[in-house]
């Protein structure tokens, strides 16, 4: 399965009030579920194709009770076209997602679940994820049988490095819808911040299942 | 134990906008305690038994928010009577429950227990469930001894054939108050919405300590 | 260490709006931690000491959202003296409790982990809790080397008999603060509701523990 | 890493209202955790450094639902200046911790995870934790590859005792954000109230992801 998101289509339907609305109810119910502790974690979303324009959560913001003032906007380069503080040390990473893949939002979470089954699963490159029903939250999936891929990166504080690694995972090729990086969290995104939340709420539900599987 | 619901005194009783509300009620509770993720689930109550008429979920409706518009009418051969939007693609197998069992309303969750159980029990077809307090919250189950068949039935994406494998169950000879699909979810129903979300909340429990159990 | 409360100190200060109040206060929060599921559990404060007058929740009602109407009032047999409804199937076990130990309220819940800890124990008829700090949230306990002693009953639906079982435990002279019934629940008690639903979390906390542990 | 909070500075941004403020809503928030059941925990804000004035939580109360009666001020040997009711029995501990490091806001917490894993780490004297991204979290630390070092202390009801057990660890030398007492919870602490619930977020997770890794 190949997929990309059609980025002129996205940018048609983004409204930066209801992503950012998006954004704060996402961040408030994943701070709830403990996956996004501590201030951890990093949303965006697109907001202009050309020249690109995007929306993130500044560094060291407090995800479960996100204010207008906790977010930023960048250009593709990752410097601040908009708003105060610091733009997240993962910016790199998102709008490298954001190029392999067309997605119009990115989610970023660390739950003790993609903690501890990153670790668990040693130095394998990829995890193939398959026979699950919830399988088919994930866009473009029709059926239990599906095999996703769900890729592994060592974790690193070389963020221009890691954006390296990801655009090498070939996202679009493989069909997957996020990645982890081991002992750190889990990357997944979607048309829009809608489906980034649910793709979120889907691989941490698959993981914490294989966690206990494994 | 055998049981049936009697359609004629559910009929009587029900009202939509309280089996609505009972509904959405339900929803947030379970999204809540992550047993319906991701759009994942969805839920049904009978409104006429004569000419046939269920309310149920649409298709991809946020189960922890739904709204009236989230609902749709269906006839009895799944057929959109009233309401925007695609029915649930489950439809079939509320159907085909509610015809086997005379229920007033069903219910289906995925929850991570459910799913790490059902695959561990490997090919077993059905559970029995027999020595817990908890098991008197079902329906006409009178004591810890009583002996709950709770069958597994092998996911599949062919509704209709699951349907048809759900009326070989022969629910009401069993007296079973639920039924698993292998690695996706339970199925519960109930005279009405508030007997049916019991029942999610009784197997539920259930099939989490024998998870920890088994 | 064996103490008793004094039932003439506790009757002065009951106050029955008091009562419900924390009585609807804790089932709200029980109910969302997953200990009283599906309309189990139990709770009961004493009002009057002689002739005695028990306020009870009724049978069947759900305790994550208990109103006024569902709670009775009993006499010391256990029949009811005000409010509509059965009064909940345990009423004995209350009364029972409330003899055995001069408590002012009685609380039962069902969690997972009192039911799959209580199973693993086999037949064992008592447990040992010491060396945790949070002992020290029972009343009377001054260290966390205390020696708590957790009486395990065989369940039954003969409640009676089961009245009489707790009569023998002798309650007052282990200085218990809690038992378990198998597969079932525990139930716990307090000089008033604040440290019956104290005495909840403690022993649901200590025994989560030990499920863990053991 | 050694490093110490420059207790003049926090001196000056310390607002009563607002560190009151700020941990009643950590122990809302810490309670549907589950981390201060049953009135467990305590919290304390320093708001002036010479003469010594620590704001801190009574003994007794429910931590989930704190109201500025529940707070006390004392001085630097632990005598209560203003408030009523008697100031927490680990009043000496917070006042060790806040001579040792020169925080600003000490909190301590009982959660199942560090109840069973600090007793399944035997007669260790010391944890060490490293790899996991969430370090990142706690202050000063910039890498996944710190190694921080979670000192375990045998638990004692000799408060006196055990602060000068504190002062031992010598928690600047080892730029160490918090410590486990066995069988009993986590104290950690920052600059500030916010600062000292990121850090007991980090702390529990870590905790958490340590317990079903060992």
């Known amino acids: ?10 940018a048609e339907k983004v409204d930066c009030a209801a992503a950012t609305a998006g954004i704060v109810a996402a ?14 974690g990093n949303f965006s979303a697109v907001l202009e194709v050309d020249p690109r324009r ?19 906007t960048v250009d593709g380069t990752g410097a601040v076209v908009e708003g105060m503080g610091r733009p997240s040390a993962e910016t790199a990473l998102h709008l490298a997602i954001v190029s392999a893949t067309g997605a119009g939002a990115v989610m970023h979470t660390h739950s003790v679940s993609s903690t501890v089954f990153s670790q668990k699963e040693g130095k394998v490159k990829s995890i193939a994820i398959t ?54 969290g889990l990357y997944t995104w979607g048309v829009d911040v809608n489906e980034a939340r649910r793709h979120t709420e889907i691989l941490e539900f698959l993981i914490e299942v294989m966690r206990w599987q494994s």
Request: aromatic share 10%; glycine share 12%; hydrophobic share 35%.
């Open 1 to 10: 399965m190949m997929f990309r998101y059609v980025m002129s289509e996205i």
């Open 131 to 184: 026979g699950y029903e919830m399988l088919k939250g994930l866009s473009g999936v029709q059926s239990h049988t599906h095999r996703e891929s769900l890729p592994i990166l060592d974790n690193s504080q070389d963020y221009p490095a890691l954006a390296g690694e990801v655009e090498k995972l070939q996202l679009r090729e493989r069909g997957s819808h996020g990645f982890l990086l081991r002992a750190h």
């Open 54 to 72: 995007v929306l993130i959560t500044r560094s060291g913001a407090d995800k479960g009770a996100l204010t207008e003032q906790d977010f930023l």
């Open 27 to 40: 961040g408030r119910d994943f701070y709830r579920r403990g996956w996004v502790l501590g201030t951890s």
